[in-house]
Each structure stands twice: as structure tokens, then as C-alpha cells.
């Protein structure tokens, strides 16, 4: 693979499309050349890996793409990731956001939820993913840990779901819940349910559910620039 | 060779008649006292508990089902690990078919197998020969306990259920495999296969019957089995669908198909072309008592006087272009 003689319009196109179908080894490479020619970590991540993961969620979305499909653009994109990741942090890149994100307390199904993950990675966001089969005191103790502004809780059977409201609760009792956003998603979640049980959000499929975790994240950048402002006065 | 299972299935054949088979078993476990996240399978070992699983069989056996899926949809050792259990797969799954032989006699006992719960690579991490052998372990204990089928059922992924098949006849060669699917995002499994792939797919494996199982209910069912028997009208279709989706009423999962709905469905199954015909998830004896009595007492349903409830699935073709589309955005 020798991506040196495209022209820079091309590579972002060739680094979106080989993403899409899941070529690990091209998408290492085409981030690497990306770097070389100067670009910054943030142009690659937004140039290439975020606008070519944003139409495999809309693809998704749309029944155009099936779970296989997405699992090996996601993989494909997180070795881009690992290339940018040292580079983001070094260069003081602004975050865009940290998500904690887990399957609740009796329900072992991930599929879903680490799709979701895997997408809120490829929009530039921190996941710390805590699995399947998480307690309340698993949520609380990584939100206490990592400190995240939104953390999602995935249930794909209607004996679990009511279980979110047990995590819900938990950050009440902890006095966290002021400071985070909370989103909730699983097939038989709906919008009713997830404002039923205290959540701010619910994340339909995996697209939305970054839309709307972005949606947050200007909220809260919007926050900290006018309390920035404030303080300067 | 004397196969209950493939006796059953001639006679239906050459009487132009259906086969029933039973319906849930996990939900009626939990009705039973089963508390979530505990395996169902591990009742199968558990004295005290052996008796509520009977109780399961005999209640369909009662309701006229003439195949009895064991308690063995969690029995792959990779499902069981997730409760140290793994180490009790071979025993787990005999018990099962034990069980189901005290209750079935004479009648077919069918060793279910459900899904792995993994992804295989390079999506995930399970690999074919793993998954192979996890599978055989699960088919020994079955044959051991004296199944006269193997039963591989909510599959989505095609080389799960290759690996599966091969695992079974690795354990036993000569008991014969039935294979059903889900299909529930949008008319195709969770992996992209269409029920025309599946059956094509599956049909290559020599099993003795093809179907789709599980899923979003009786409506969208029907065109699952319309189009599997539509690309293979040779192949002996399996109906076995979840009694509606479940809704939440005062904090409890009900099941939105009454025994009625899927009777009335039972008819409309077998004309579309089903030929083993049952429920799965939130369904009861009663539902197969409704059914089956459907199913005898009335006479059979034109299809050609019938329309599906709902379109059939088709793939999305694009539009435009990837690029074009993504400049659109
Ligand atoms: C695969 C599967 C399994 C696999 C799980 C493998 C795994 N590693 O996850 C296995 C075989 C292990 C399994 C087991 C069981 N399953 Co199951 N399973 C499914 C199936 C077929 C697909 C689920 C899936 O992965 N879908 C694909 C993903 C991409 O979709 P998704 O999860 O909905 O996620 C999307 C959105 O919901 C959203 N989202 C998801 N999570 C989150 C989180 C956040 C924060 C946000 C914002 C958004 C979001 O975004 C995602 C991407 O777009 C469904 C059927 C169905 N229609 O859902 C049944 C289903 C969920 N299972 C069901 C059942 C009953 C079971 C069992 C109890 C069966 C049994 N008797 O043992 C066990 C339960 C084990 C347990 N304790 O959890 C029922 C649940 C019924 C109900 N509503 O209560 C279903 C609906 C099947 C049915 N029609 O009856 N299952």
C-alpha cells in the first residue's frame, strides 16, 4: 500500500472509504500518511476517522449496513486511534468528552452498547467501558474514578431495564448527579422509559446516541466558557 | 435407521399434515421462580428444581406438542462460564435430555443449542474451531442424555451455525440437526443473512429442517417463512416464533400475542409454508394448545387467498454513491 502519490482531497476520501469497509491495515496506514504530510493529530482524527465513521452509523442506522459491517469499521478506526491517541493528548488537543458506559446488573448483552462506544470513540470521545453485568457501585465507582461528563447505560431485556433506575437513584444518593449527563438505550428502552427512570437521554441507535452525546458536550463547553468568562471580569 | 424425529417428520410428510412443536422454555422457568441472571440450564442439576422443569415438559406435552425442546439454550460451555459453570456442560446437558425423556416417552425429545453468546473473528474473538468444539461438548451431553435431534435455534451468524452443526455431528453422526435462525432487524438476522440465504446456506449442511425461530412476533414471522419456502420448497420449514414482543405492565414482561393471536396465526404459518410449527419467548401451553387446535380442526388456508401482514424484507440499495452521499451531508 503506498498512499504517498494521492493527493490530499483523495486520501481523506480514500481514508473515509477504506474505513468504511473495514480495512485495518490501509486505515493504519492512511493515518500514518496523514501525519507525515503535517497534518494535525485533530485534522486526521476529524478528516478522516470521524467523517468516515459518521456515514457507517447513518448506514447502520438506515438498515444499509449490518452489525458485521460496523464491528470491522470499528475496529478498523480504533487502529487509527491508537496511532492518535499519544499524539492527541500530547499536543493538549481539546476532549471532546468522556463517556462511561456499561450493560446493567443482569443482562449480559454488548453487542449494541459497545457499537455505541466504539462510535462515540470514533467521534473523538474517551470511553471507559465497564462491560456487562454492572451494579450500581460499578457506575459510581468509575464516574468517582474517571470523572466522566456522560455516562450510558445499555439493558436489552424488560427484566433489566427497571434496573436503571436503581443506577439513577444511586447518583442521587451520591450527590453526582447534578454533574452528569445520563443517557439510557437498549432495543426495548424507549423515550418514556428513559425520562421514567430519571435518565436525560435516550440513544435510539448509535448514530443518535452520538449526535446527542456531541449535543451535550456543547452544552457543557458553551458552560465552562461562560463561567471562564465570569471569572475573567 | 430409527429416528423418532425423522419417523415423525415422514408420517407428517406422507398425511400432507403439520408437526407441533412446543413453545418458551425460558419464560416459563422464570414464571417458575427462576430469579433473572441465573442460568436456566443449571436447574437441570439442581434436585430441587428438577421437578419444575418436568413440569415445563409435561405442560406441553399435554397441550399436544409432539417435539420437546430441552433446557439447554444457555448449555454451551461459553455461555455457562459466565457462572463457573463450564465444567459441568457435559453434565448439564444430559440431565436435560433425561428430563425430557422421563416426561417425552415415546415422544421426540430435540437437544436445543443456542448461541455462543461470542463473536467470531475477526469481528470478535471466538475462532470457528474453538466455537466447534465448545458446541460438541454441549452435543455429547445431549446424545449422552438421549436426544433424538439436535435443535440449533436463534442463530444469527452462519458460521455459528456451521460451527454448531459441526459440532453436533462431531458428538454424534448420526442423530440428525434442525437449524432455525433469527430474524429480527428488519427482516434479517442481526448479521445481515436473509431468510432466502439462510435456507440456501443451511440447506448445504444436509440438516433435516431449516426455520426461523425467536424474533419480533408473529406478523413479521410470516413473511420470514413465506420467503424461506418460497427459494427452497423442498426443504421442511420450522416455525417457532416469540408470542408477540414483550411489554412492560407494572414493572413485568408480557408478552403482547395472546394464545388466540397465535392460534390464529398457526394456520397462516403452515400455509405460507411451515411444516413444524410452535412459539417461542412469551409463549405458554396454552398457546400450543390453541394452536394445535387450530391447526386440526380447521381445514387449510389457501395461500394464494392470503397477504402477508407485513412487506417482505428486502436489502437496501443505495441511492447514490458513498462519496456523493457523504457530500451531501
Ligand atoms: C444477540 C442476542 C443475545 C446474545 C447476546 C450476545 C452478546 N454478546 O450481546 C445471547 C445469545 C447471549 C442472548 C442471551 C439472552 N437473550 Co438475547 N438477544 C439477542 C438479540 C438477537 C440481538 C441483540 C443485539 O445485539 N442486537 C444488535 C444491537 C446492535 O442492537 P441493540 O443492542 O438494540 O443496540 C442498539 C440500540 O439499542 C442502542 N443502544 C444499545 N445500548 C445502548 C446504550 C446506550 C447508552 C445508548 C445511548 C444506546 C444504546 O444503540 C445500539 C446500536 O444502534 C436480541 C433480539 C433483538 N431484537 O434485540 C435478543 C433478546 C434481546 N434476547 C432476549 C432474551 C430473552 C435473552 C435470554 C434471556 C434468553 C435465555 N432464555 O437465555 C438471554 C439473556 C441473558 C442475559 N442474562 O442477559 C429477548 C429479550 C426480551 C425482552 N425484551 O425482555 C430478545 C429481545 C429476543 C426476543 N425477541 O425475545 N441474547
Known amino acids: 500500500m503506498d498512499f504517498s502519490e494521492l493527493p490530499d482531497d483523495e486520501l481523506w476520501l480514500q481514508m473515509q472509504d477504506d474505513l468504511y469497509d473495514g480495512m485495518k491495515p490501509e486505515v493504519t496506514q492512511e493515518t500514518k500518511e496523514a501525519l507525515r504530510r503535517g497534518y494535525k493529530p485533530t485534522d486526521v482524527l476529524e478528516k478522516g476517522l470521524v467523517a468516515g465513521m459518521d456515514i457507517v452509523g447513518v448506514d447502520f442506522r438506515d438498515g444499509v449496513l449490518f452489525v458485521p459491517e460496523v464491528l470491522m469499521a470499528a475496529n478498523a478506526m480504533k487502529s487509527g486511534m491508537e496511532i492518535l491517541r499519544p499524539l492527541l493528548t500530547e499536543t493538549g488537543a481539546p476532549r471532546v468528552g468522556t463517556v462511561v458506559i456499561g450493560t446493567v446488573k443482569g443482562d449480559i448483552h454488548d453487542i449494541g452498547k459497545n457499537l455505541v462506544g466504539m462510535m462515540l470513540e470514533g467521534a473523538g470521545f474517551e470511553v471507559i467501558n465497564l462491560g456487562v453485568n454492572c451494579d450500581a457501585d460499578k457506575f459510581i465507582e468509575a464516574i468517582k474514578t474517571h470523572k466522566p461528563d456522560i455516562i450510558g447505560m445499555s439493558a436489552l431485556l424488560t427484566t433489566t431495564m427497571p434496573y436503571m433506575k436503581v443506577i439513577t437513584q444511586a447518583l442521587i444518593d451520591e450527590r453526582l448527579r447534578e454533574d452528569i449527563y445520563v443517557m439510557a438505550g437498549g432495543a426495548p428502552v424507549s423515550e418514556n422509559f428513559a425520562m421514567s427512570i430519571g435518565a436525560d437521554a435516550y440513544g435510539r441507535d448509535a448514530a443518535t446516541s452520538v449526535e446527542i452525546a456531541k449535543a451535550h458536550m456543547v452544552v457543557v463547553n458553551k458552560q465552562a466558557a461562560l463561567d471562564k468568562a465570569r471569572l475573567a471580569i | ?329
Open chain 2, 1 to 329: 435407521m430409527n429416528n423418532r424425529f425423522l419417523n415423525l417428520l415422514a408420517e407428517a410428510q406422507a398425511e400432507r399434515s403439520h408437526v407441533m412443536v412446543d413453545g418458551g422454555m425460558g419464560s416459563m422457568l422464570m414464571a417458575a421462580g427462576l430469579v433473572f441472571g441465573d442460568p436456566p440450564d443449571q436447574w437441570n442439576i439442581l434436585p430441587d428444581k428438577q421437578a419444575k422443569v418436568r413440569a415445563v415438559y409435561r405442560g406441553y406435552l399435554d397441550a399436544g406438542s409432539q417435539i420437546i425442546l430441552t433446557n439447554s439454550f444457555g448449555g454451551t460451555p461459553f455461555r455457562l462460564k459466565m457462572h463457573n459453570l463450564d465444567g459441568k456442560t457435559f453434565d448439564i446437558n444430559k440431565a436435560a435430555a433425561e428430563l425430557a425423556r422421563l416426561e417425552a416417552g415415546e415422544r421426540v425429545v430435540a437437544g436445543s443449542m443456542g448461541p455462543s453468546g461470542e463473536l467470531f473473528e475477526p469481528m470478535g474473538k471466538l475462532t470457528y474451531a474453538h466455537a466447534v468444539a465448545g458446541f460438541a461438548r454441549q452435543a455429547e451431553g445431549l446424545a449422552a442424555g438421549g436426544v433424538d435431534v439436535f435443535w440449533v435455534e436463534t442463530m444469527s451468524d452462519l458460521d455459528e451455525v456451521r460451527a454448531a452443526v459441526e459440532g453436533a455431528r462431531q458428538a454424534a453422526p448420526n442423530i440428525p440437526v434442525v437449524t432455525t435462525m433469527t430474524f429480527e432487524t428488519r427482516g434479517f438476522t442481526m448479521m445481515g443473512v436473509s431468510p432466502a440465504q439462510a435456507i440456501t446456506e443451511l440447506a448445504k449442511l444436509n440438516v433435516a429442517a431449516i426455520g426461523a425461530n425467536c424474533g419480533n412476533g408473529p406478523d413479521e414471522l410470516e413473511a420470514t417463512i413465506f420467503a424461506m419456502h418460497r427459494e427452497l420448497p423442498e426443504m421442511t420449514v420450522v416455525a417457532k416464533g416469540n408470542a408477540g414482543m414483550p411489554q412492560m405492565v407494572d414493572g413485568k414482561a408480557v408478552y403482547n400475542a395472546t394464545p388466540d393471536v397465535m392460534g390464529g396465526f398457526a394456520r397462516r404459518f403452515r400455509a405460507f409454508g411451515a411444516t413444524i410449527i410452535g412459539a417461542c419467548c412469551g409463549s405458554t401451553p396454552d398457546h400450543i394448545r390453541l394452536m394445535a387446535h387450530q391447526l386440526g380442526a380447521f381445514p387449510a388456508l389457501d395461500p394464494a387467498s392470503l397477504q402477508l401482514s407485513v412487506p417482505l424484507p428486502e436489502r437496501k440499495v443505495l441511492s447514490s454513491d458513498r462519496r456523493e452521499r457523504r457530500a451531501q451531508r
